[in-house]
Structures are given as C-alpha cells and as structure tokens.
Antibody, heavy 121, light 110 residues
Framework: QVQLVQSGAEVKKPGASVMVSCKTSGYTFINHGISWVRQAPGQGLEWMGWTSAYNGNTHYVQKLRGRVTMTTDTSTSTAYMELRSLTSDDTAVYYC??????????????WGQGTMVTVSS | QPALTQPASVSGSPGQSITISCTGTSSDVGGYNYVSWYQHHPGKAPKLIIFEVTNRPSGVSNRFSGSKSGNTASLTISGLQADDEADYYCSSYATGSILVFGGGTKLTVL
C-alpha cells in the first residue's frame, strides 16, 4: 500500500538547522509531488511549500523563503525538508503529504505520520 | 492569521447533521474549484475526505459531502457518529500557486 514514513523526532537549539526525511513506497515516486505542512502546538495546519518529484521544481510559502529547502531523491523515493535558522516559532509537528494529482497543488491524499521538531535552548 | 475562516467549534448529537463553513476570497475559494477538506484526529495524520469541492476519495463515507457558493465552501456531515469527533480543516489553491488552510474547526459529538 502507499506509505510515507518520516524520520524521528528532533530537538534543536535556536539558530540550528533540521532536516526531516519522508520515505515513500507503494507508488511511482516521480508521478506525484510532495508538500510539507506543519502544525505548531495548539495551532492549525500551515502549508510550507511543495516540490516536484519529477523535475525537482519547488515553490515555498513566502514567509519561509530563504530558510527552507525541499528536495527529492528519486533513487530512494525519499523527500527531504531542511529548515535553517530555527527559532522557537518553528516548534511544530511537520508532515509530508503526497499531492493527489501530478503537478496540481490540489489535494493531499496520503500523509506521513508526522515528525515533532522542538526548538529549545 | 489563517487565510480561510472557519468556525472554531461546532457540535451535534449522534445521528444529526452539521455543516462547517470555510470563507475565503475570490483569490482562493471563490476563484478555483480546488477546495479540500481534511479530518484530523489529534496525534494522527490528517485524512483527506473531500477534494475539488465535492469529490470523495475512495473509501470515504458518503455521510461527508462538500459544496461551494461564491467565496464560501461548506462541509456537511450527516448521521453524526462518535468517531467523527475531530478537527476539520479546509484548504484551497490560491493565486500565486500557493495553498492556504483554514484555521480548523473542532467538532464535538455530544
């Protein structure tokens, strides 16, 4: 079955960087883009951006541009999200999610289990 | 501040129907038929229940239905069940090739 399995929880100090991985299986990786969504404690879902697994094109939400990089590795069917210059505001559960329709920022039909990133001194 | 406005909470008794609204602008909800709804039980991954305003993914109960009028989309859940108690989020494609979420609605089944 289609699965997205994310890396484990992280604790980082302010100013550090974090990389979260999202290992996919059960489908042809390059046929679907991957988006990243986060949820801070007590808050709602926040879309961060997406990357095409076909050609590596990316589009990030404006508030994170310059601090976030989303990449894919087609040899391992894995997506990555790196966030730099962390602050306490970045403390959140980070989800990867598969775009349901190739090339269309429409709906996310499969989600990873989430990765808790805690930023604390 | 979430781009799309949802009521913070709604409630209903088992068997009843409830509707959750999601209000945006002509740059998102009103301008595109790319509204989705997600059910999110705390501690679990969100689940897609409606896409492209009215469509249900395979396996999602037909008790869930979606609609849109102008800049407001709606999710209706009929025949409420205890397991429907969760947070519900709408999302929409928006001008500028971005995606926006609503602030979420907590559904309580009384």
């Amino acid at each position: 079955q289609v699965q997205l399995v994310q890396s484990g929880a992280e604790v980082k100090k302010p100013g550090a960087s974090v990389m979260v991985s999202c290992k996919t299986s059960g489908y042809t990786f390059i046929n679907h883009g991957i988006s990243w969504v986060r949820q801070a404690p007590g808050q709602g879902l926040e879309w961060m951006g997406w990357t095409s697994a076909y050609n590596g094109n990316t589009h990030y939400v404006q508030k994170l541009r310059g601090r976030v990089t989303m990449t894919t590795d087609t040899s391992t069917s894995t997506a990555y999200m790196e966030l730099r210059s962390l602050t306490s505001d970045d403390t959140a559960v980070y989800y990867c999610a598969r775009l349901a329709v190739a090339g269309s920022l429409d709906a996310f039909d499969i989600w990873g289990q989430g990765t808790m990133v805690t930023v604390s001194s | 501040q979430p781009a799309l406005t949802q009521p913070a909470s709604v409630s209903g008794s088992p068997g009843q129907s409830i509707t959750i609204s999601c209000t945006g602008t002509s740059s998102d909800v009103g301008g595109y038929n790319y509204v989705s709804w997600y059910q999110h039980h705390p501690g679990k991954a969100p689940k897609l229940i409606i896409f492209e305003v009215t469509n249900r993914p395979s396996g999602v109960s037909n008790r869930f239905s979606g609609s849109k009028s102008g800049n407001t989309a709606s999710l209706t859940i009929s025949g409420l069940q205890a397991d429907d108690e969760a947070d519900y989020y709408c999302s929409s494609y928006a001008t500028g090739s971005i995606l926006v979420f609503g602030g979420g609605t907590k559904l309580t089944v009384l």
